[in-house]
């Protein structure tokens, strides 16, 4: 089991930034990426970025350029920088934790609200 608390929401001007925090903690055994999705209301969820245990990304055409994903292992946690924040980056944001074998664990999520 990983249990993951997301931090780091709010509300923020168009063209403003960002830092998310994700806090995972238990068992790791097999996890082999972490990420950030987001659901917009009335919309599916949808991969905003992942990062495997190697170190490769993987980002949403949306957010190339705006965002970065990072990890640091020796602390448990996962962070998503995004600069210049679109009124279409509102949206609920949520830590993923993919198991090879389970699946996936997710957070509860924060929101962040872009003003236009």
């Known amino acids: 089991q990983v249990q993951l608390v997301e931090s780091g929401g709010g509300l923020v001007q168009t063209g403003g930034s960002l830092r998310l925090s994700c806090a995972a903690s238990?068992?790791?055994?097999?996890?082999?990426?972490m990420g950030w999705y987001r659901q917009a209301p009335g919309k599916q969820r949808e991969l905003v970025a992942t990062?495997?245990?190697?170190?490769?990304?993987n980002y949403a055409d949306s957010v190339k350029g705006r965002f970065t994903i990072s990890r640091d292992n020796m602390k448990n946690m996962v962070y998503l920088q995004m600069n210049s924040l679109k009124p279409e980056d509102t949206a609920v944001y949520y830590c993923?934790?993919?198991?090879?074998?389970?699946?996936?664990?997710w957070g509860k999520g924060t929101l962040v609200t872009v003003s236009s």
């Open positions: 238990g068992s790791f055994f097999r996890v082999n990426a």
């Open positions: 990062m495997t245990n190697g170190g490769s990304t």
């Open positions: 993923n934790a993919h198991n090879m074998d389970w699946g996936d664990y």
